[in-house]
């Protein structure tokens, strides 16, 4: 490389470190480009153009790069970080923990890439294993709220309650988000559930579980409510003009009803799961919004609504069966399932984060809101742990 070449890499990379630290990624990713095709193979141009490209959440385009910088100088720990925290957004977990453990042995006491290292091992269920690098994110740093977070939700998961809501409050006391932890905090506690969730738990839930969502429900928790919800409605050659899929996640609703429907829309809370739902072919016109905020502004008559396995996720229902009555046609049909509640419990938040309802609080608010009961059925909805999930299938006509 001649002289002024090689001044004109530096300067391109000079420049793309001071729009990089200013937060303007788009022209850093621009400059180490630049620095990139006049110096070919530099490794401290690779990492930079790595990072940034990570941090633009382009992480197809960083792994290369990084494992470039990586291979050209071993002892580069944040090549190495990078690179396993890029596989982590990519759900390739294997390959997030053989390079975070190749960037731990370089800087053992970063607490972040512990807690990194410990949730892509939750994900192959390693559960031992996690935990300990859960606790080793905290032994480096005790006021690491995610890391009580991270490490609540396993004890929460391993139904450790009592030593869950200790992280959880740990959590709070170093300044975890206040309304996902107390809303974790009541999970474990009994105590002080909120009406419903905070909106970040389902859409981060959902958005995350896209991916894998059908496979996992379908196939490991014999998830079958969608199924068992839909089939009385299919049978006597009763058809739907207009149908509302309240949660309707990947679209699976959506597929049994749509011979029986003429039009169908969807809302889900989740993008991710809306852009699956998208892809089947079967929806009129499908919404990105919590129910509740939907509901209160969804104009126009239906002639059935469906929730199956949706009001998990809402808690207390009042507000959605007095929407969903304005929103009916007089022959109208309200069709949903709930996960029944412990006995003494008109609506409990369980450790799981879902919220179960009896049918006496089913009954009782669809008297109150108009409604006369059709039918309600007891049969599961999933399985959990090998054992069957019980909830209530439920169907509701005006009076």
Same mark, same amino acid.
């Given at each position: 490389?001649?002289t002024?070449?090689?001044?004109?890499?530096?300067?391109?990379?000079?420049?793309?470190?001071?729009?990089?630290?200013?937060?303007?990624?788009?022209?850093?990713?621009?400059?180490?480009?630049?620095?990139?095709?006049?110096?070919?193979?530099?490794? #401290?141009?690779?990492?930079?153009l790595? =990072?940034?490209?990570?941090?633009?959440?382009?992480?197809?385009?960083?792994?290369?790069?990084?494992?470039?910088?990586?291979?050209?100088?071993?002892?580069?720990?944040?090549?190495?970080?990078?690179?396993?925290?890029?596989?982590?957004?990519?759900?390739?977990?294997?390959?997030?923990?053989? #390079?975070?453990?190749?960037?731990?042995?370089?800087?053992?006491?970063?607490?972040?890439?512990?807690?990194?290292?410990?949730?892509?091992?939750?994900?192959?269920?390693?559960?031992?294993?996690?935990?300990?690098?859960?606790?080793?994110?905290?032994? =480096?740093?005790?006021?690491?709220?995610?890391?009580?977070?991270?490490?609540?939700?396993?004890?929460?998961?391993?139904?450790?309650?009592?030593?869950?809501?200790?992280?959880?409050?740990?959590?709070?006391?170093?300044?975890?988000?206040?309304?996902?932890?107390?809303?974790?905090?009541?999970s474990v506690?009994?105590?002080?559930?909120?009406? $419903?969730?905070?909106?970040?738990?389902?859409?981060?839930?959902?958005?995350?579980?896209? $991916?894998?969502?059908?496979?996992?429900?379908?196939?490991?928790?014999?998830?079958?409510?969608?199924?068992?919800?839909v089939?009385?409605?299919?049978?006597?050659?009763?058809?739907?003009?207009?149908?509302?899929?309240?949660?309707?996640?990947?679209?699976?609703?959506?597929?049994?009803?749509?011979?029986?429907a003429?039009a169908?829309?969807?809302?889900?809370?989740?993008?991710?799961?809306?852009?699956?739902?998208?892809?089947?072919g079967?929806?009129?016109d499908?919404?990105?919004?919590?129910?509740?905020?939907?509901? =209160?502004?969804?104009?126009?008559?239906?002639?059935?609504?469906?929730?199956?396995?949706?009001?998990?996720?809402?808690?207390?229902?009042?507000?959605?069966?007095?929407?969903?009555?304005?929103?009916?046609?007089?022959?109208?049909?309200?069709?949903?399932?709930?996960?029944?509640?412990?006995?003494?419990?008109?609506?409990?938040?369980?450790?799981?984060?879902?919220?179960?309802? #009896?049918?006496?609080?089913?009954?009782?608010?669809?008297?109150?809101?108009g409604?006369?009961?059709?039918? =309600?059925?007891?049969?599961?909805?999933?399985?959990?742990? #090998?054992?069957?999930?019980?909830?209530?299938?439920?169907?509701?006509?005006?009076?």
């Open positions: 490389m001649d002024e070449t090689q001044e004109q890499a530096r300067r391109h990379f000079a420049e793309g470190v001071e729009h990089f630290e200013a937060g303007r990624l788009d022209p850093a990713r621009t400059c180490f480009e630049a620095a990139l095709a006049l110096a070919p193979g530099r490794p #401290s141009v690779l990492l930079n790595g =990072i940034t490209r990570f941090h633009l959440g382009q992480w197809h385009e960083a792994i290369p790069l990084l494992q470039g910088a990586a291979a050209a100088e071993p002892e580069q720990a944040d090549a190495r970080a990078y690179l396993g925290l890029a596989h982590e957004a990519l759900g390739q977990w294997q390959a997030a923990i053989d #390079s975070l453990t190749q960037a731990l042995a370089l800087m053992p006491r970063h607490a972040q890439l512990c807690l990194a290292r410990g949730r892509c091992k939750l994900r192959l269920d390693a559960i031992a294993p996690a935990m300990q690098d859960f606790d080793r994110a905290l032994e =480096i740093n005790p006021a690491f709220a995610e890391a009580w977070s991270a490490r609540g939700n396993l004890l929460r998961e391993l139904q450790r309650l009592d030593d869950a809501a200790i992280c959880f409050e740990k959590a709070l006391e170093h300044g975890a988000e206040p309304e996902l932890h107390r809303y974790y905090l009541a506690r009994g105590t002080g559930a909120p009406a $419903a969730p905070p909106r970040q738990y389902a859409e981060a839930l959902f958005d995350d579980y896209a $991916a894998d969502f059908e496979s996992h429900l379908v196939e490991r928790l014999h998830y079958q409510a969608h199924e068992t919800l089939r009385p409605l299919t049978q006597g050659g009763r058809r739907y003009p207009a149908v509302l899929d309240l949660g309707c996640g990947s679209g699976l609703c959506g597929a049994l009803i749509r011979p029986f003429d169908i829309d969807g809302v889900d809370v989740s993008r991710t799961m809306l852009d699956q739902a998208r892809g089947r079967v929806y009129r499908l919404t990105h919004a919590d129910l509740a905020t939907f509901l =209160i502004g969804a104009t126009g008559r239906v002639d059935l609504v469906l929730a199956a396995d949706v009001f998990i996720y809402v808690g207390e229902l009042t507000a959605v069966f007095q929407s969903v009555r304005r929103l009916l046609e007089p022959a109208g049909c309200f069709a949903f399932t709930v996960e029944l509640a412990p006995a003494g419990h008109q609506m409990h938040l369980l450790p799981s984060l879902r919220y179960t309802h #009896s049918e006496s609080y089913v009954r009782e608010l669809a008297g109150s809101c409604f006369s009961v059709g039918e =309600i059925v007891m049969a599961p909805l999933r399985h959990d742990q #090998s054992l069957p999930v019980q909830g209530l299938y439920v169907y509701l006509e005006l009076d």
